[in-house]
């Protein structure tokens, strides 16, 4: 018996050993050429921008189920790879391609794309705001917890408001001011264009600057124009404001002067406790035309099946889509989405090859998720949220990854979001094996936390961990990475050039998704559960389920 303990003692201690000499194995399968070359793929011109509703799509998502199919693992959707995500497209056209702001010292016209943007997300053929009166309400938002009210005592049925980016936190110097200069979801346009259509509003026009938006007017316009996709609801979005859209900043100056404020300091009046917002007496209109498509995108979901704990999974996202073909910038029309987010998609399908190398399964399940229409308002993750199909309650956690900065090595792994759940705390042990190190979302003023997919897994109250390494550049030091940011931000964000280069530098790209893997197959082996931290907003959600 003595012997036979001993002998099982040491097949025990071999047969750990060799899971974990096989996990370093799948680990150190994750490398640089492979994912340069998926990345080159996906950002290749034949892909044609990877936009939903167009061959791209087709291309795109074939390749990726191809990929998953290659890896052996199984659909992620009943016996499919794709989950259909009915979407409609709404190809809006500016009458005369101007904004007439008629009253004050004198008419202003204002022309399409140079001054103003803007759309509908109504489902009709043509949309006509006329001679709206115009408030400004601020940053337009209602904020119980930071006792803030944009609104209160205004009555903006019918009205065209025009309102502040980000919210009254940021360049207040004070950080217990909403958040200081961390953007918190009323920020967010998303949620200014929600608040006016509650109120009533007709149109709502936000105000451009770009170091309160966190980049600038191009990427607006680029965003806010051609076809748009969206979900529709069943009243054909007729709760939506009639007009959504964007002025420069110098337009904005324009309409403020044209009503007697000539030097307006708008960001400072508006973040005065004692704001009150007030009519600019001077009235919008605009026409709108649209185009009317409706269609299915997709969601490409694999499965990596696990042993007794199956029913539970991890979902790894990443969103496939980009811009496809727009307006050209510098003769080029073509929005390839190299970084973003050709660099997520390739490191999911790395992680999901890294499971697969595995000699012995994991507990639970693993779900690799390539979600559709992000670029469009997380439209792909939105629709899974909401027709999950896998069980929320029985989903541990969100790895979602977005746009990974190709700068070679950098030392700090920034997590969006610091402070939220527990997940940052396996993060914390995957990232110190590297040698580096943890640090909170630098540019937090960008809103990041609200604008990418793991915010809809977080919404129905999974925990969601979205980081990536950030500006502490190994060879040239924080100062260039933070170079390297905002270069990227300026030039590249959203615009044709966001291109693969045989010289991308894909070794913090192989790091960072070392860490995924490393993270989701901590969890993958465990039977308990992540929870929000307290403070989290997300953390009551959970608990319900």
């Known amino acids: 018996m003595k012997n036979l303990l001993s002998l099982v003692f040491i097949m025990v201690v071999f ?28 950002a290749s011109d034949d892909f044609q921008g990877r936009k939903p509703f167009t061959e791209g799509e087709t291309k795109t998502i074939n ?8 890896l052996g693992l199984q659909p992620g959707n009943g016996d499919s790879y794709f989950q259909e995500v009915p ?30 943007v803007s759309l509908t997300r109504r489902v009709v053929d043509t949309i006509n705001v006329q001679e709206s009166e115009m408030v400004f309400a601020g940053y337009g938002i209602i904020a119980p917890e930071y006792e803030w009210n944009d609104y209160e005592g205004l009555d903006v049925k019918g009205k065209t408001v025009v309102v502040l980016i980000n919210d009254p936190g940021f ?17 967010r ?14 149109a709502l026009i936000i105000i451009h600057e770009t170091a309160h938006a966190s980049y600038p007017f191009e990427v607006v316009q680029g965003g806010w124009s051609g076809a748009n996709l969206y979900l529709e609801s069943e009243d054909g979005n007729m709760g939506r404001c009639a007009v959504e859209g964007w002025i420069s900043y110098q337009s904005a100056e324009k309409i403020f002067a044209n009503a007697g404020k000539e030097g307006y300091d708008f960001y400072n009046e508006a973040r005065k406790r004692d704001f009150k917002a007030f009519d600019l007496n001077q009235k919008m209109s605009v026409s709108l035309t649209n185009h009317i498509k409706r269609s299915k995108s997709n969601n490409v979901v694999a499965k990596y099946e696990g042993t007794d704990l199956a029913d539970e999974t991890i979902i790894y996202s990443a969103h496939w889509d980009h811009f496809g073909i727009g307006q050209p ?70 790895i979602n990854v977005d746009a990974i900065r190709p700068i070679g090595r950098v030392n700090d792994f920034s997590i969006v979001g610091y402070g939220q759940s527990e ?56 100062e260039w990475g933070e170079k390297e940011y905002a270069k990227y931000t300026r030039e590249h964000y959203h615009k044709p050039s966001d291109e693969y280069t045989d010289d991308l530098n894909a070794e913090g790209v192989k790091l960072d998704a070392q860490i995924y893997f490393e993270i989701g197959y901590t969890l993958a082996n465990e039977a308990t559960f992540p929870k929000w931290k307290e403070g989290s907003e997300f953390k009551a959600i959970r608990e319900k389920k």
């Open 63 to 70: 390749y990726l189920k191809g990929e998953f199919e290659k």
């Open 87 to 116: 979407m409609v497209q709404l190809s809006a056209t500016v009458k005369d391609s101007a904004m007439v702001i008629a009253g004050g010292k004198k008419e202003i016209n204002l022309h399409y794309w140079d001054d103003f």
């Open 189 to 202: 346009w998303t949620y200014k264009y929600e608040e006016a259509a509650r109120q009533g509003a007709a």
């Open 171 to 187: 360049g207040s110097d004070d950080q217990t001011f909403f958040k200081g200069n961390e953007m918190t979801y009323y920020g």
């Open 329 to 398: 910038v510098d003769g080029d029309s073509i929005y390839n989405g190299a970084v973003d987010n050709g660099t997520g998609v390739a490191a999911i399908i790395q992680v999901a090859e890294a499971f697969t190398k595995l000699k012995q399964k994991t507990r639970r399940s693993v779900i690799f998720m390539a979600v559709t229409a992000e670029e469009q308002g997380l439209l792909g993750s939105e629709y899974y949220s909401v027709n999950p199909i896998y069980d929320p309650a029985k989903t541990v956690a969100n």
């Open 423 to 478: 997940l940052e705390d396996y993060a914390k042990i995957a990232v110190e094996k590297q040698g580096r190190y943890i640090t909170p979302d630098p540019h937090p003023e960008a809103g990041s936390f609200f604008r990418s997919d793991h915010f809809n897994f977080a919404k129905i109250g999974i925990p969601a961990l979205y980081g990536k390494g950030a500006v502490d550049s190994d060879a040239h030091g924080k």
């Open 15 to 42: 047969t750990a050993c060799e899971q974990k000499n096989n996990f370093e194995e799948a680990y150190n399968s994750i490398n640089e050429e492979e994912l340069k070359s998926r990345i080159a793929q996906l």
